[in-house]
T-cell receptor, first 116, second 114 residues
Framework: DAGVTQSPTHLIKTRGQHVTLRCSPISGHKSVSWYQQVLGQGPQFIFQYYEKEERGRGNFPDRFSARQFPNYSSELNVNALLLGDSALYLCASSRSRLTGGGTEAFFGQGTRLTVV | AQSVAQPEDQVNVAEGNPLTVKCTYSVSGNPYLFWYVQYPNRGLQFLLK??????LVKGSYGFEAEFNKSQTSFHLKKPSALVSDSALYFC????????????FGSGTKLNVKP
């Protein structure tokens, strides 16, 4: 079985530009979450999507948005990029949002975004 | 508020010696606790979790963790470290009533020397 796949793996953007990151969850997983990991820190929650609807949002500005498609894949969009947006963006999939907190999430390898 | 603390930025241990990576947590209600490992330029790999039951949980690659409710701790352990265990380790707590999101600690870099 393929794991969580993210694309691209690396990306360099200029301040003010827009970026789209993509994630394909494990087959059968309906929940996708996005995390931002700044160098030297633990991942921070950005969004959770389940059944194509936003179910949770972290403390990130409105420049961050996301969506989930009928095949449960997801996109994370960031507008008006700032230098501080440079980070590893991780996508995690789980079988069900409603499974309960005891279900582990499976993470992709991440997209390394560098804003210059 | 939910939080996870990993008090050591780095842990150094010789190969073959036991290792411990510390984690304490603060959460409302019953905690669901996890350990993940991250190798350079890679995502997070699940190691083990505590949901309920036996306080000692066993996970992948010979790792285990001990849940201590009174001390609100969930330390990661391994009886005999390998050089290949060198990586970044994250403790996380999951909150059921808050979108099932993970709260991660800041990470502990484990260095196992030959």
């Amino acid at each position: 079985d393929a794991g969580v796949t993210q694309s691209p793996t690396h990306l360099i953007k200029t301040r003010g530009q827009h970026v789209t990151l993509r994630c394909s969850p494990i087959s059968g997983h309906k929940s996708v979450s996005w995390y931002q990991q700044v160098l030297g820190q633990g991942p921070q929650f950005i969004f959770q999507y389940y059944e194509k609807e936003e179910r949770g949002r972290g403390n990130f500005p409105d420049r961050f948005s996301a969506r989930q498609f009928p095949n449960y894949s997801s996109e994370l969009n960031v507008n008006a990029l700032l230098l501080g947006d440079s980070a590893l963006y991780l996508c995690a999939s789980s079988r069900s949002r409603l499974t309960g907190g005891g279900t582990e999430a499976f993470f992709g390898q991440g997209t390394r975004l560098t804003v210059v | 508020a939910q939080s996870v603390a990993q008090p050591e930025d780095q842990v150094n241990v010789a190969e073959g010696n036991p290792l411990t990576v510390k984690c304490t947590y603060s959460v409302s209600g019953n905690p669901y606790l996890f350990w993940y490992v991250q190798y350079p330029n890679r995502g997070l790999q699940f190691l083990l979790k505590y949901i309920t039951g036996d306080n000692l949980v066993k996970g992948s690659y010979g790792f285990e963790a001990e849940f201590n409710k009174s001390q609100t701790s969930f330390h990661l352990k391994k009886p005999s470290a390998l050089v290949s265990d060198s990586a970044l380790y994250f403790c996380a707590v999951r909150v059921v009533y808050n979108f099932n999101k993970f709260y991660f600690g800041s990470g502990t870099k484990l260095n196992v020397k030959p």
